[in-house]
C-alpha cells in the first residue's frame, strides 16, 4: 500500500474520529433553568431556544401589572394500553379568565412530542427530559384544543382542552 | 465473492478507509440540519448515512458490469457492506426507544426489522471463509438479498420522508434519485449480459 493511500487514510480517519467527538450529546439545562419556547412554526422537529416568550402576533397586549398569572405544569409521555402506545399529557383540562396570563410549563417525559395551540398561535418544541415554558395571555373567551402534534399524537388521544371564562 | 485477500493488515485498511468514510458521511449529514434536536439529528443523519452505505454497495456490482473502468470498484462491496450492516445497527440502536413508544409505525418498523437482520446475516457472512464454507452457489444465492434489503430499506425511508413527516427533508431528493438509480442500474446491466450472452452464442 502505498505512502500517499496511508496518509490519507490516517486523515480520514482522525476525521472519522473527530466527527464521533463532536457528537457528544449537549447537556441539558438544569432544572430550574427552563426553556422558554419561542417556535410557533408547524415544524414538529424544529428546537430553537432563544429565551424569548413566546408572544403571538395577535395576543400582543400592553402587560396589565394587575394582570393575573395561572402556572400549570404538566407532563407529555407515553403510556402503554394493551401494548399499544398511547402518548398522553398528564394534565387534560385548563380552566383560565379571560386576560389572564397563562404560564405552562411542560416536559417530555417520555417519547418525542411538541405542544400546539392553533387558536393562540402557540407551537413549541418538547425535547426529552426538558422543561419548555409557554406564555400567553388568555385574550378569547372559549373552549381551545391544545394537542401534540406529532403524527397520530391527537388521535391517539394527546390532547386536552382550554377554558377560557368571561 | 472471494477476494483473496490474505494479510490482515491490508484488510485493516480497507475497513479503516471505509469506516472513516461512513462515520465522515454521518459527520455531514449531522452538520446539514442544525436545526434538529440532538436525538432526531442524529438518528436522521444514520439513517441517511446507512441508505447511502447501501446505495454505494448495490450499485457497485451494475456499475462494473456496465462499465469496465468501474470493475476496479466491485471488490470493496464486501467493506461497503459491512459498514452499511453496521450503520443500519447504529440507527436501530438509537432509534428504538422512539421506534416503540410511537403508534402507527408498526408495518414500517417491521421492514426495517427484517432489513436490518438480513443485513446483518450477510455482513456476518462477508468473508472469504464464508464463501468456502457455504459454496459460491449458495453464498451468492444468499447474497442476491441484499436487493430485498434494499427495496425493504426503501419502503422503510419512503413512509418516513414522504408520510409521517413530510416536512421540508432535503434528503428526499437524493433518496428518490438513489431509490431509482438502483433498478435502472440492475435492469441496465441484465440487458447488457442479455445481449453480451447473445452476441457469444451467435459467433
Not at chain 1, 32 to 48: F, G, H, R, S, Y
Request: net charge positive; glycine share 6%; charged share 20%.
Amino acid at each position: 500500500m502505498g505512502k500517499k493511500i496511508i496518509i490519507a487514510v490516517i486523515a480520514i480517519g482522525v476525521l472519522g474520529i473527530l466527527s464521533v467527538a463532536l457528537l457528544k450529546k449537549p447537556q441539558a439545562p438544569a432544572s430550574n433553568t427552563p426553556i422558554v419556547a419561542n417556535d410557533i412554526e408547524n415544524n414538529a422537529m424544529e428546537v430553537k431556544n432563544n429565551n424569548m416568550p413566546i408572544v403571538p402576533d395577535d395576543n400582543e397586549q400592553p402587560i396589565d401589572e394587575k394582570q393575573v398569572v395561572k402556572e400549570f405544569s404538566f407532563d407529555s409521555f407515553v403510556e402503554f394500553v394493551d401494548g399499544q402506545p398511547k402518548p398522553q399529557f398528564s394534565l387534560k383540562e385548563i380552566t383560565v379568565n379571560k386576560g389572564d396570563k397563562v404560564k405552562l410549563k411542560i416536559t417530555n417525559t417520555k417519547g418525542m412530542h411538541d405542544f400546539k395551540l392553533d387558536e393562540f398561535g402557540i407551537y413549541a418544541s418538547t425535547p426529552l427530559n426538558q422543561e419548555v415554558v409557554v406564555e400567553f395571555t388568555a385574550n378569547k373567551v372559549g373552549e381551545f384544543v391544545y394537542y401534540c402534534n406529532q403524527p397520530g399524537h391527537r388521535q391517539a388521544g394527546q390532547w386536552g382542552t382550554l377554558k377560557v371564562l368571561e | 465473492m472471494l477476494l483473496g485477500i490474505k494479510s490482515k493488515k491490508t484488510l485493516f485498511y480497507r475497513h479503516l478507509l471505509v469506516g472513516s468514510l461512513a462515520i465522515a458521511l454521518v459527520y455531514l449529514f449531522w452538520l446539514s440540519r442544525p436545526g434538529l434536536s440532538y436525538d432526531v439529528r442524529l438518528w436522521r443523519a444514520l439513517g441517511d448515512a446507512t441508505f447511502s452505505f447501501l446505495f454505494i454497495t448495490l450499485t457497485l456490482g451494475p456499475l462494473a458490469k456496465l462499465w469496465a473502468r468501474a470493475s476496479r470498484l466491485a471488490p470493496w462491496r464486501r467493506e461497503t457492506g459491512i459498514w452499511f450492516a453496521l450503520l443500519a445497527l447504529s440507527h436501530f440502536i438509537r432509534v428504538i426507544g422512539y421506534a416503540l413508544s410511537e403508534p402507527d409505525i408498526a408495518l414500517p418498523r417491521l421492514l426495517g426489522l427484517i432489513a436490518l437482520s438480513w443485513a446483518l446475516v450477510l455482513a456476518l457472512t462477508s468473508s472469504d471463509r464464508a464463501v468456502n464454507f457455504l459454496g459460491i452457489s449458495s453464498w451468492k444465492w444468499l447474497h442476491h438479498g441484499a436487493y430485498i434489503i434494499f427495496y425493504l430499506a426503501a419502503l422503510h425511508a419512503s413512509y418516513f420522508l414522504f408520510m409521517r413527516y413530510p416536512d421540508d427533508n432535503w434528503f428526499r431528493y437524493p433518496f428518490l434519485v438513489m431509490a431509482l438509480t438502483v433498478p435502472i442500474l440492475q435492469a441496465s446491466a441484465f440487458v447488457k449480459t442479455v445481449i453480451r450472452q447473445r452476441r457469444q452464442d451467435w459467433y
